[in-house]
């Protein structure tokens, strides 16, 4: 079975300081692994995904992730956070293990709040 | 990416009544999926709705309370059976606009009460 945890369930951080968003996952065989932002009241919005290749990852708004596979960590950073950077953010695992399941299994999220 | 519509946007209904929520996709998509989020909570996956075939239910959820059609590649529709208060959720539809590459783009959701 594949997990998503995401040990904060809030993050304050001050306009202009770097913030990071944590997520440790479990799977059995290769992870997909996926960083969702939610407004309030709207949708989830995909951000950036890891599959292979470099573990930094660029993705919208200026926010990247690093994969760290000893850690099984996939962490979400951006160097200078935004007011409107303010939401909810979800980490999501999908195990390729090409059983052909394409269930995305998400944390909890964590919501970041940015202080003028 | 996609363009994701979701009808209605919220309701609030009665026990024991049944609401369908449509979801429209601006392009053609093999996997559509169903998710809900309960108030404060993570998205669960309902089923995953596949075109010409009958959809594929997650543990904890079957198909007499939640019926899933898929008639073409653009349109899915979710019903919630004989609801109850544990029914309100916000429920959003997914699709993976190509297939394999794992991001799935999501509707706005439904916000459903029910009373």
């Known amino acids: 079975a594949q997990s998503v945890a995401q040990p904060e369930d809030q993050v304050n951080v001050a306009e202009g300081n770097p913030l990071t968003v944590k997520c440790t996952y479990s799977v059995s065989g290769n992870p997909y692994l996926f960083w969702y932002v939610q407004y309030p009241n709207r949708g989830l919005q995909f951000l950036l995904k890891y599959i292979t290749g470099d573990n930094l990852v660029k993705g919208s708004y200026g926010f990247e992730a690093e994969f760290n596979k000893s850690q099984t960590s996939f962490h979400l950073k951006k160097p200078s956070a935004l007011v409107s950077d303010s939401a909810l953010y979800f980490c999501a695992v999908r195990d390729f293990s090409g059983a052909g399941s394409y269930q995305l299994t998400f944390g909890k999220g964590t919501k970041l709040s940015v202080i003028p | ?115």
């Open chain 2, 1 to 115: 990416s996609a363009v994701i519509s979701q009808k209605p946007s919220r309701d609030i209904c009665q026990r024991g009544t049944s609401l369908t929520i449509q979801c429209q996709v601006d392009s053609q998509v093999t996997m559509m999926f169903w998710y809900r989020q309960q108030p404060g909570q993570s998205l669960t996956l309902i089923a995953t709705a596949n075109q010409g075939s009958e959809a594929t239910y997650e543990s904890g959820f079957v198909i007499d309370k939640f019926p899933i059609s898929r008639p073409n590649l653009t349109f899915s529709t979710l019903t919630v059976s004989n609801m109850s208060p544990e029914d309100s959720s916000i429920y959003l539809c997914s699709v993976e606009v190509i297939q394999g590459a794992g991001e799935q783009y999501f509707g706005p959701g439904t916000r459903l009460t029910v009373t």
